[in-house]
């Protein structure tokens, strides 16, 4: 018997708490861009574990990165050096824009933010914080604050005062928000969990001089938009911007847990005060080193913006009268609907694909970058079939 949305004990375990609404299947393997459940039917994962998976399930050589380590030494902890952590944070501070030069490492995108919420309070000596509407920054209550959505707020106030939201891509409202009293500004760069919205550069240069001339610190969230995710190995870099710090996640490591808060000359951050048990452990910068190089040496980022346009040229709302607009920046796609996203969400997994909603009428697609063309083609007829 098939066990999709029929069968929830086959797939669920009684013990886990119900936090997560489930999707019905259970997923007990992967290769690149592909899934199986249980039962062994196969899925084209264009959800990507939720935009991890960027070198693809089971990477060959995260997986003896990971393997070698996990024979060497697993765990040493932020007071002692340790030789992978040293090489991953060179090779972190190399690739990213040229303002960030040091990094705390941790173990979630959530963290990352929590780490910039307090360096940038602990450097300016402020409070407060302008972030954007519509923008997701994590689930712990400073990252969650940052949030914009009041849904994922209002059953956990209070929070942490001193939050303002402003409408995105908005240079104006921007300027207006930012005082002497702002620690920081908070952005995505496209903003993912919001509907798929990508930033301009006349957006970001303002926040850059708005934020240099009073004071405050330019925070990225690339939690999502990193590691060649939107077409560059950052998408700050579309836009030759220069934060004061970077959150990232996600794709670091290859889909280990792992989140670092990169900073520049700029941001003071106090000795003994903040910290992670895990963070920076030996295992996770292993397999971050090991998924690094492999982005760099197959080119994810080309990769990345070849296959998103490709994809995007495929599914143009001209063809699909169900699809209202298609937003993407490489890899990171959103195809706002005229309808609401879940029936089709369970509907393309009927078809063996996994896709991620983005608000209610978006439809997201983050798939593991090594996606094939062939690939690519083959999810492009599931969604034109499905949307037509
Ligand atoms: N920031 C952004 C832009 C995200 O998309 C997410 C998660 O989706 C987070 C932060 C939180 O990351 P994590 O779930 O690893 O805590």
């Not at 824009?97 to 941790?106: E, G, I, N, V, Y």
Request: charged share 25%; aromatic share 6%; glycine share 10%.
């Amino acid at each position: 018997m098939s066990a999709t949305s029929t069968d929830r004990s086959a797939v669920e375990s009684p013990y886990e708490l119900d936090i997560y609404p489930k999707r019905g299947i259970q997923i007990v393997r992967g290769k690149d861009a592909k899934v199986w459940d249980h039962e062994g039917r196969e899925y084209l994962d264009a959800a990507g574990a939720y935009g991890v998976a960027n070198v693809g399930h089971a990477n060959e050589e995260v997986a003896r990165a990971v393997g070698e380590q996990a024979r060497k030494l697993v765990s040493c902890p932020g007071a002692f050096s340790s030789d992978v952590r040293s090489k991953l944070l060179q090779k972190l501070v190399a690739i990213a824009p040229k303002s960030l030069t040091r990094a705390f490492l941790c173990n979630s995108g959530t963290e990352a933010l929590e780490a910039a919420i307090k360096f940038a309070r602990y450097t300016t000596g402020r409070e407060e914080f302008v972030c954007a509407m519509r923008a997701f920054h994590g689930r712990t209550l400073g990252a969650l604050s940052a949030t914009y959505e009041p849904k994922y707020k209002q059953e956990f106030a209070p929070l942490v005062p001193g939050f303002t939201h402003v409408p995105f891509n908005d240079c104006s409202r921007l300027e207006e928000a930012v005082t002497e009293r702002t620690a920081g500004v908070i952005l995505e760069i496209v903003q993912g969990e919001g509907g798929i919205h990508v930033g301009d550069g006349e957006y970001f240069a303002t926040a850059r001089r708005v934020c240099r001339e009073r004071g405050a610190m330019l925070i990225v969230d690339e939690v999502q938009t990193g590691f060649c995710r939107t077409g560059r190995m950052f998408a700050s870099m579309h836009f030759d911007l220069e934060p004061d710090m970077m959150c990232v996640a996600k794709g670091i490591a290859g889909g280990l847990p792992m989140g670092a808060t990169l900073v520049s000359d700029a941001v003071a951050a106090p000795t003994g005060l903040h910290g992670s048990t895990f963070g920076g452990n030996p295992l996770c910068c292993a397999a971050a080193s090991a998924a690094i190089d492999f982005m760099k040496r197959h080119r994810l980022d080309e990769r990345a913006r070849e296959r998103g346009d490709l994809l995007v040229s495929l599914i143009e709302p001209k063809k699909l009268s169900r699809v209202r607009e298609v937003r993407h920046l490489g890899l990171m796609i959103g195809v706002e609907l005229r309808e609401k996203v879940t029936p089709i969400l369970r509907a393309l997994q009927q078809r063996g694909v996994l896709a991620l909603p983005a608000g209610k009428t978006v439809l997201r697609l983050l798939p593991p970058l090594v996606i094939t063309e062939g690939e690519i083609r083959y999810l492009a007829d599931q969604i034109a079939e499905e949307l037509r």
